[in-house]
């Protein structure tokens, strides 16, 4: 495939760093300036959080989570689905109290829901106290629009400019110490019909393979137990580059770099989930025994309608693929009830699916339509509570599944990474390569360390255990 993606370096236009922290030293309303960022949606938008934060603290913010004491106010904002849209409206209509009480406080928008035009008309007209907007494609602009927000004095908005490059070099301040993001590649083509990310967040384009393994090796070499390698569809990560660079290639030259790590990835297509691919995990070092695979219905005419490329053939194989190859594999899945038009018969195909799978854990949605997306305006006769009900239906199936599969994990010992010390006393949580939840007494000097744990007791889907 034509590479027409364009790769430059942030650096190259950075001096707005400078300028803003110049003005902001001064406009600070302490000693140093402080910013309070919050964060909606999945990891995309975390890591992208991560970058603003690297370039905010280069202009000598501090952070917060208390929005009463910040200077600069930013929701980085999730348009998968209706309810994570109202929150943000609710939680930004909140902050004009700030604004009226604290003038001087910037307010700021960012991430997918301001790449919908309809939505940023409505903050237009309706939140007059936003003083920034930029959508998922200026990010690399930001301290650029963030210096104009605080020199001009007029709202400045930025969205639907997809240039199609991806930035290198833009700052990143890690929220973690031991586990971290990686993104691997940014956008979607994949355009399945009920969703906006293909409209938030532009076409697909890759970093370049050096790039990404040099990032690995670095968060490896300061300490970096965990890496969560990132992209809407990474199974089809290169495709913008030469015909080496294949996401299970990445994987692999990851691998060969020497450490104490894990190496997850999230979100793999089943339309290009290859059998190299679980290969590839199951001859690895480092690779987490952990498949996310989102099969969204078990049914081949919906499946279809959603424009996901596969069947439930395929899937299946895939799955038991890998149940083959990966012993102990721990598979989860994203799952759309109530698309339109769906009958009561194919979503009892959704849960024969499951039950044939045996998920570890599944994320389940009821569909919410999307402005401007194709299901928008499929016909969908069902009711929201015939479609809460079927919803309910499928929660209940998968908790026994789930409690049995903690069940059968019971008398045997994996490996964790401790994560955090729990609020009960002495008892800390972390989890195994499949992305399990456990607890077990330990001393809190293990957080951020691997260690054997053995499972004494599964409470439903709760493991608890001893070190081992
Ligand atoms: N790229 C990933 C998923 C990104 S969105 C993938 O394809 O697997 C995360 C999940 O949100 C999706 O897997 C889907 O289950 C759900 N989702 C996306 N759009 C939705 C919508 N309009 N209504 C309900 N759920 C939706
Ligand atoms: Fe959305 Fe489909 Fe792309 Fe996932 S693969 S982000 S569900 S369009
Ligand atoms: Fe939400 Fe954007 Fe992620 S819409 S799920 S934050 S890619």
């Known amino acids: 495939m034509a590479n027409n993606i364009n790769y430059r370096d942030f650096t190259d236009d950075n001096h707005y760093i400078e300028l803003a922290g110049e003005v902001m030293a001064i406009r600070a309303s302490g000693d140093v300036p402080k910013a309070c960022i919050r964060t909606y949606g999945c990891q995309q938008n975390v890591a992208d959080s991560e970058k603003i934060k690297g370039m905010l603290a280069e202009m000598g913010f501090e952070f917060t989570e208390n929005a009463e004491e910040a200077d600069f ?19 930004v209509g909140a902050l004009k109290n700030i604004k009226r009480k604290r003038p001087s406080v910037v307010i700021g928008l960012c991430g997918c829901m301001m790449e919908q035009k309809h939505v940023t008309d409505r903050l237009y007209k309706s939140f007059p106290f936003v003083n920034l907007v930029f959508g998922t494609h200026s990010l690399h602009k930001f301290p650029e629009l963030f210096y104009n927000t605080i020199t001009d004095g007029k709202r400045v908005y930025e969205t639907g400019v997809d240039d199609k490059t991806v930035y290198e070099g833009i700052p990143i301040k890690r929220d973690g110490t031991f586990k971290g993001w990686l993104p691997i590649m940014y956008g979607c083509n994949n355009f399945c019909t009920y969703c906006i990310v293909p409209y938030t967040r532009g076409r697909e384009r890759s970093r370049k393979f050096e790039d990404v393994v040099a990032e690995a090796r670095e968060m490896i070499e300061a300490g970096y137990k965990e890496i969560t390698l990132l992209g809407q569809n990474v199974n089809s990560y290169g495709k913008n580059l030469d015909e080496n660079a294949t996401f299970a290639n990445l994987l692999r030259e990851i691998d060969k770099i020497d450490g104490d790590y894990l190496i997850r990835f999230m979100t793999s297509h089943p339309k290009d989930c290859s059998k190299e691919l679980i ?13 996310h695979l989102p099969f969204q219905s078990g049914n081949d005419r919906v499946l279809k309608a959603m424009n996901r490329s596969y069947n439930r053939e395929k899937y299946l194989d895939i799955i038991n693929y ?6 102990d594999v721990s598979l989860t899945s994203d799952v759309i009830v109530g698309f339109p038009g769906e009958t009561y018969d194919e979503f009892l195909d959704t849960i024969s699916l499951v039950k044939e799978v045996e998920f570890t854990s599944l994320f389940t949605f009821i569909y919410s339509p999307r402005e401007g997306t194709p299901a928008a305006k499929m016909d969908d006769p069902y009711t929201a509570k015939e479609k809460s009900a079927w919803f309910s239906e499928l929660l209940k199936v998968q908790e026994e599944i789930a409690a049995k599969r903690c069940a059968e994990m019971v008398g045997k010992t994996y490996r964790v990474l401790v994560e955090n010390a729990t609020d009960k006393d002495g008892i800390l949580s972390g989890r195994t390569s499949g992305n399990i939840i456990v607890e077990f007494a330990g ?20 493991l608890k255990g001893e070190l081992a």
């Open 73 to 91: 106010i930013l929701f980085n904002t999730c348009a998968v689905r209706e309810h994570a849209e109202d929150r943000v409206f609710g939680n």
């Open 279 to 291: 290969d590839v995990i199951a001859d690895s070092r480092h690779i987490s025994t952990h498949l």
């Open 322 to 327: 890998a149940k083959k190859r990966i012993p």
């Open 443 to 462: 001393d809190e000097s293990l957080v951020g360390q691997f260690t054997e744990v053995k499972i004494t007791e599964a409470r439903n889907w709760i």
